[in-house]
């Protein structure tokens, strides 16, 4: 099945501030970057309305998304849904965009344990199918006012938190809040555990100032999130009226396996360092040095 990718034409008649002059900037600025992949229109429209349509920090979004996504295997390569990997890590967390945006338009990315044996869990697997899930989503859904992000930590232990690599975090934080075509608007925890001191003493070191803002860290699923998202935007797991979680999962699960295509013809639009203008990137100019990292004491 080939992926339906969401309307260009569409694209422009919902955004007034998207113009054509600024997309054919962008591509014909493309064309200059012997280091970057060849990517089309609808790719660039969605970095210039996540980055508000500003055509400089459309070009570092684009090249800091290109450069992560090369020197991160463990995320974004050996992406193929009906791997032995990814197919046991569709039975241990599920990831999917809810059906309703938000009253802003935002779309609203739900996230939570399907088995919570934390002898299963590979912090690593998980954020690779929370990315396939949103790089999916854009390319089908196209552009929004905005993207929410919710953690559902109910069943998560002490044991899911000593498997959560200190520079896994670092690096899909920086992807998260540099790289990714996204409008970030909020970010919430519900369920939360009596041990979030210890989740967010991993997290906290490579949270900008505009993440830490919209955190917002939920006891239980209608403690203040209401104020943030209707109850009928929710899953019912969260207090909402949208359904089950596992019956809005299960639907989309089928949309990510019937997609194989597209995950795996995404692992080569990569970077090309031996061609990169001046100096080469490579991990350590990245990320810093994996060395310097210490070990969490969560004891």
């Not at 970057?36 to 969605?46: A, H, K, N």
Request: aromatic fraction near 10%.
């Amino acid at each position: 099945m080939s992926l339906k990718r969401a309307n260009i034409l569409n694209e422009y008649k919902k955004n007034p501030d998207l113009k054509k002059e600024d997309v054919e900037s962008i591509l014909g600025w493309l064309k200059m970057q012997p280091h970057l992949p060849s990517i089309d229109e609808l790719q660039v429209i969605l970095f210039l309305n996540a980055c508000y349509y500003s055509n400089e920090a459309t070009k570092r979004c684009i090249d800091n998304f290109y450069t992560i996504r090369t020197h991160c295997p463990e995320f974004f390569a050996n992406r193929n849904p009906k791997s032995k990997q990814l197919k046991e890590g569709l039975d241990i967390s599920l990831h999917c965009p809810l059906p309703k945006l938000s009253p802003e338009g935002y779309t609203i990315f739900y996230n939570s344990f399907i088995n919570n044996n934390p002898d299963f869990f590979v912090f690593n697997t998980t954020l690779k199918l929370f990315d396939m899930v949103a790089s999916l989503h854009l390319q089908e859904y196209g552009t929004s006012n905005g993207h929410i992000i919710i953690v559902d930590l109910e069943g998560c232990t002490l044991t899911h938190v000593m498997k959560l690599g200190l520079l896994s975090m670092k690096k899909y934080l920086i992807y998260l809040q540099d790289a990714i075509p996204f409008r970030l608007k909020g970010f919430h925890f519900v369920n939360a555990v009596p041990f979030m001191d210890k989740i967010m003493a991993i997290m906290k070191p490579f949270m900008k100032k505009e993440l830490m803002d919209m955190l917002q860290i939920h006891t239980s699923p209608n403690t203040n999130l209401f104020n943030s998202i209707p109850k009928e935007c929710l899953p019912q797991e969260s207090g909402g009226s949208c359904g089950p979680i596992k019956n809005i999962f299960d639907d989309y699960r089928k949309n990510i396996n019937e997609n194989v295509k597209f995950f795996v013809e995404e692992e080569t639009l990569v970077v090309d360092e031996s061609r990169r203008p001046g100096k080469p990137k490579n991990a350590g100019d990245l990320f810093g040095v994996e060395g310097t990292f210490k070990k969490l004491d969560i004891d």
